[in-house]
């Protein structure tokens, strides 16, 4: 990041790259705020759909905020800050970008099981529906998704200083790992309650 100050710096100079900080400060400032408030709701809905412990589900008598998984949230937060910081790693080099990069590949992998979904609803809810829009597109939006899923896991490394290091390899594996691990949890799920696996997604307690 201090390129991109030292070159607003040379080039513009006076206030840019004050400026400059202080957008980044609020912006990555805006991104854990976001972040932190999917994983709490998702904390809350998994709650009371039962796929949490019950406390999860619950939400502050005042507020009405989901402050379980809030506090889950930020300790866990404060567990990784207090590793990265007790192992010398730079917060931005290092805590940062590594954490970024494997969200990123979260996401993407996410989009494109997303994104095949629709053509299976629509194949199996909607019989008749417009091709373009309930196979074409999603299609289309799939397979650039996945390629972008495996090009950024190949090149992990590269994109994070990691290359030749175990990190390298372990950062990007621990999404197909989380993918394994909750398609048996949810294979487990349905096997010892049908209903209750039924009901997943549906936002009901």
Known sequence: SALFFDLAGRYVGGPIPTIAGILLVSS?????????????RYSYVAGREG???????????????????????TIGALIVL??????????????????????????????????????VFFRNKQAGAPALSTVVLPALSGLIMA??????F????????????????????LIPAAA???????????????ARFARMGENQA
């Open 28 to 40: 990555l400032f805006a991104a854990l705020s976001a972040f932190h408030n999917y994983i709490a």
């Open 51 to 73: 796929l949490l412990p019950a406390a999860f589900g619950r939400t502050h008598a005042d507020h009405q905020s989901p402050h379980i998984g809030s506090v889950v949230q």
């Open 82 to 119: 207090a590793i990265f910081a007790g192992l010398g790693l730079d917060p931005v080099l290092n805590m940062f970008t590594w954490i970024s990069q494997v969200g990123t590949l979260g996401v993407l992998g996410m989009m494109t099981v997303t994104s095949l979904s629709v053509i």
């Open 147 to 152: 390629a972008l899923f495996v090009y950024i």
């Open 154 to 173: 190949l090149h992990f490394g590269d994109l994070t200083g990691t290359t030749g290091g175990a990190l390298g390899l372990i950062l990007p594996a």
């Open 180 to 194: 394994v691990v909750g398609y048996v949890l949810a294979l487990q799920l349905e096997r010892a309650d049908p």
